[in-house]
């Protein structure tokens, strides 16, 4: 018999596991598993990981199979007979300690899920600044009739159509952007480790650090998809935020370690870049007073661009379709490159 414990009961309602999700799961399992479903509030925030409960400690011992947002070191290390764990977050650095790298432990993660509506949010920043719509904003406030602004001649408004979208990073988020801003009419470039055309989907893939330096010289919008490794913290530095096209937006849904926050205040305060879109930051809440909060040229989500009631819809989805194929033997879907790191 087969011990299944899922621990998703996020602190936050909208994340939190709901009861048809639960019969859900509970029908997708053999009649001969047993399924613990934690009732502690876990907290999915970031890539998940908090210490692990005593209580969840004492159920997850003999388990076959754990679901959490992200995997307490603790939990590998009590649990001797884990075949399959899985997180509910889509981010998986915190999980890949000694721990998890020393098991033959499959990992499955949530990346892809939070496609549509991280893709949404992107879209959402770019005709944000695409349409002046941070002009409309500040003159609101100030409780002034904006239409001079944009009649000047260098009025910055102008459409998606036409401009060029650079995505960094071509997983399931950048994906869905490209596909979202390509019906539109932009040109699409992305960069990935490894490159190639990609059938049907109409975007030219580059790769390496020459990939990288063309994204950022010849975009209108770039647009941070890629996840927190070794290799890509701290990528987006000054240089990198120098060589893009003067009047160019930054928009990062990733991880805000990412990005040289220093550097980016600084072209954006010369004016070198139109603006910066920002969900993730390098220190989580932002501490007040930080000069984004005021800032003219900055649209900010406080890493919220995931969120969505549609969530466990596809996480369910994933959740059940892979208990089928764990049962079945076959590959996992979302399955984690532990030494890569995603």
């Given amino acids: 018999m087969a011990t299944l414990v899922i621990d998703l009961m996020d602190r936050r309602p909208i994340w939190a596991l709901p009861g048809w999700a639960r019969e859900s799961i509970v029908a997708s399992v053999p009649r001969d598993w ?10 999915g925030s970031g890539d998940g990981v908090q210490r692990a409960p005593p209580e969840l400690l004492a159920e997850v011992a003999d ?20 075949a399959w764990v899985h997180s509910g977050a889509a981010g998986v650095g915190s999980s890949l300690g000694p721990a998890m790298l020393e098991r033959d432990v499959l990992f499955t993660n949530s990346a892809g899920i939070h496609a549509a509506p991280m893709s949404e949010t992107v879209l959402a920043m770019i005709m944000y600044f695409t349409r002046g719509l941070d002009i409309a904003v500040r003159a609101q406030r100030a409780g002034e009739w904006s239409a001079p602004s ?6 910055p408004v102008t459409e998606v159509g036409g401009a060029t979208v650079g995505i960094v990073g071509y997983g399931g988020i950048g994906r869905a952007v490209a596909r979202k801003v390509a019906a539109l009419g932009s040109r ?11 059938a049907g989907e109409g975007v030219r893939v580059l790769t390496g ?20 490794t070794p290799e890509t913290r701290g990528m987006i530095d000054r240089r990198r935020l120098r060589s893009m096209k003067a009047g160019s937006v930054l928009i990062n849904v990733a991880r805000g370690r990412l990005v040289d926050e220093d550097a980016l205040l600084e072209m954006l305060d010369s004016g070198h870049l139109r603006g910066a879109g920002l969900d993730v930051f390098r220190e989580e809440p932002l501490p007040r007073g930080h000069p984004f909060y005021g800032h003219p040229g900055v649209l900010m989500t406080p890493h919220v661009s995931a969120t969505t009631r549609r969530f466990w819809e596809r996480e369910t989805e994933l959740i059940t379709g892979n208990i ?13 490159d532990k030494k890569a790191g995603y």
Avoid at 34 to 42: D, G, I, L, Q
Avoid at 212 to 217: E, F, K
Avoid at 324 to 336: A, K, W
């Fill in 63 to 82: 388990a076959r199979v754990y679901m959490g947002y992200g995997i307490p070191k603790e939990v590998l290390e009590v649990a001797p007979g884990l």
């Fill in 150 to 155: 944009y009649w000047a001649a260098d009025a």
């Fill in 324 to 336: 089928g194929r764990f049962v079945r033997g076959e590959p996992l879907r979302n399955l984690v």
């Fill in 209 to 228: 650090d020459g990939g990288l330096t063309r994204v950022m010289s010849e975009s209108d919008y770039v647009v941070l998809a890629v996840p927190e």
């Fill in 34 to 43: 047993t399924v613990t479903f934690m009732e502690t509030p876990a907290d």
């Fill in 188 to 198: 699409v470039l992305a960069v990935r480790r490894t490159g190639g055309a990609v």
